[in-house]
C-alpha cells in the first residue's frame, strides 16, 4: 500500500492550507512564534471543524523567499508550529518550507510527528524566482533514511508554478512524473503557472492515463471546476479559495469552505 493510501484511505482528500504568518526575521515579520503558533491553531480548528481531511502548513509570507537555505531559525519555528497543528486538529498534517527548503521540512516534519512534505526542485532543474534549483531527490531521501523517517510521505511538484521551465523544454510532464516515479516520489502535485492559477486539463488528463502515482491538484481548484477534476485528481491542496477574498493572503472563509465541502459531497 502505497503512503497515500496509508495516510487517506480510500478519501480523495482535501487538504487546507495554512500559510502561516510572517516568520521572525523575515522583512515582513511583525508577530511574535507564540502569535504565529495562535493564528496557525485558530485556522486549524476551522478547517477541522468544516471537515477538512487534512491541512499543511508553509511560510507562504516570508518573501522575498531564500533557495534551499533557509536558516535554522525557520526551520525551529516551523517545526513547533507544525507541532502545535497537528495536536490541535489529530488530522494528516503536511509541511512546505519555501523556497524549495525540501530537507528542512523534512527536518521540522520528524520533529514536530506530521506526515508529509510538499517538496520542489525534486527532479530536473527549474529557475524559480528565487534563481536555479536543482533536483535534491538522492539528498532527500538519504536523509529521511538516515533519520529513520520513511514513513514521511514526499509529494513532489513537477513543471511547477512561477517558474520557467526552458532548461528542460525538451522533457514533458509525462518524462518529468517518470523520473519523479524512479527517484521514489508518493506523489505528484499538479498546478497551474501561478498560485491560484488552474492546472491544464489536457496535460493532466495525459497524467492520469500514464502514470500510477497518486495526483494531487496544487492550485486553482474552486467550487466551479472542481467537476472537471475530481475524476483524473487523487487530492486536493486548497489555499486562495478558502480566503474570503480569494487571494492566498486573505482571512480564511468558513463559509467558502463549508460551500466548497458541500460540492465536493455531491460527487
Same mark, same amino acid.
Given at each position: 500500500?502505497?503512503?497515500?493510501?496509508?495516510?487517506?484511505?480510500?478519501?480523495?482528500?482535501? /487538504?487546507?492550507?495554512?500559510?502561516?504568518?510572517?516568520?521572525?526575521?523575515?522583512?515582513? %515579520? &511583525?508577530?511574535?512564534?507564540?502569535?504565529? @503558533?495562535?493564528?496557525?491553531?485558530?485556522?486549524?480548528?476551522?478547517y477541522r471543524d468544516c471537515g477538512v481531511h487534512s491541512v499543511m502548513i508553509e *511560510?507562504?509570507?516570508?518573501?522575498?523567499?531564500?533557495? +534551499?537555505?533557509? $536558516?535554522?531559525? /525557520?526551520?525551529?519555528?516551523?517545526?513547533? /508550529?507544525?507541532?502545535?497543528? !497537528?495536536?490541535?486538529?489529530? =488530522?494528516?498534517?503536511?509541511?512546505?518550507?519555501?523556497?524549495?527548503? #525540501?530537507?528542512?521540512?523534512?527536518?521540522?516534519?520528524?520533529?514536530?510527528?506530521?506526515?508529509?512534505? +510538499?517538496?520542489?526542485?525534486?527532479?530536473?532543474?527549474?529557475?524559480?524566482?528565487?534563481?536555479?534549483?536543482e533536483s535534491d531527490a538522492g539528498e532527500l531521501l538519504?536523509? +529521511?533514511?538516515?533519520?529513520?523517517?520513511?514513513?514521511?510521505?514526499?509529494?513532489?511538484?513537477? !513543471?511547477? !508554478?512561477?517558474?520557467?521551465?526552458?532548461?528542460? %523544454?525538451?522533457?514533458?510532464? @509525462?518524462? &518529468?512524473?517518470?523520473?519523479?516515479?524512479?527517484?521514489?516520489?508518493?506523489?505528484?502535485? /499538479?498546478?497551474?503557472?501561478? &498560485?491560484?492559477?488552474?492546472?491544464?486539463?489536457?496535460? =493532466?488528463?495525459?497524467?492520469? %492515463?500514464?502514470?500510477?502515482?497518486?495526483?494531487?491538484? $496544487?492550485? $486553482?481548484? &474552486?467550487?466551479? #471546476? =472542481?467537476?472537471?477534476?475530481?475524476?483524473?485528481?487523487?487530492?486536493?491542496?486548497?489555499?486562495?479559495?478558502?480566503?474570503?477574498?480569494?487571494?492566498?493572503?486573505?482571512?480564511?472563509?468558513?463559509?467558502?469552505?463549508? +460551500?466548497? =465541502?458541500?460540492?465536493? *459531497?455531491?460527487?
Amino acid at each position: 500500500m502505497s503512503k497515500f493510501k496509508e495516510l487517506f484511505g480510500e478519501v480523495k482528500p482535501v /487538504i487546507g492550507m495554512v500559510h502561516v504568518e510572517a516568520l521572525p526575521g523575515t522583512p515582513n %515579520s &511583525t508577530k511574535t512564534v507564540g502569535e504565529i @503558533i495562535e493564528l496557525a491553531i485558530e485556522e486549524t480548528k476551522i478547517y477541522r471543524d468544516c471537515g477538512v481531511h487534512s491541512v499543511m502548513i508553509e *511560510n507562504m509570507h516570508d518573501v522575498p523567499y531564500l533557495k +534551499r537555505n533557509v $536558516g535554522p531559525e /525557520i526551520t525551529a519555528a516551523m517545526s513547533v /508550529i507544525g507541532y502545535e497543528v !497537528k495536536n490541535a486538529c489529530d =488530522l494528516p498534517c503536511g509541511i512546505q518550507i519555501l523556497a524549495g527548503a #525540501n530537507k528542512e521540512a523534512m527536518a521540522a516534519a520528524i520533529a514536530a510527528g506530521l506526515d508529509f512534505i +510538499r517538496a520542489e526542485g525534486f527532479v530536473f532543474a527549474h529557475t524559480a524566482d528565487e534563481g536555479i534549483i536543482e533536483s535534491d531527490a538522492g539528498e532527500l531521501l538519504r536523509f +529521511r533514511k538516515a533519520m529513520d523517517a520513511e514513513n514521511i510521505a514526499i509529494f513532489t511538484d513537477i !513543471k511547477k !508554478k512561477h517558474s520557467s521551465h526552458a532548461l528542460t %523544454s525538451d522533457t514533458d510532464l @509525462i518524462e &518529468t512524473a517518470n523520473a519523479a516515479k524512479f527517484f521514489k516520489s508518493d506523489g505528484l502535485i /499538479i498546478t497551474g503557472k501561478a &498560485t491560484g492559477a488552474e492546472a491544464d486539463m489536457s496535460e =493532466l488528463f495525459e497524467l492520469y %492515463s500514464k502514470c500510477d502515482l497518486p495526483i494531487l491538484i $496544487g492550485s $486553482g481548484i &474552486t467550487n466551479e #471546476n =472542481l467537476q472537471n477534476y475530481f475524476e483524473l485528481a487523487d487530492g486536493f491542496i486548497v489555499g486562495s479559495h478558502f480566503k474570503d477574498s480569494g487571494k492566498w493572503d486573505g482571512s480564511l472563509g468558513k463559509e467558502r469552505i463549508e +460551500r466548497f =465541502l458541500k460540492r465536493y *459531497n455531491e460527487f
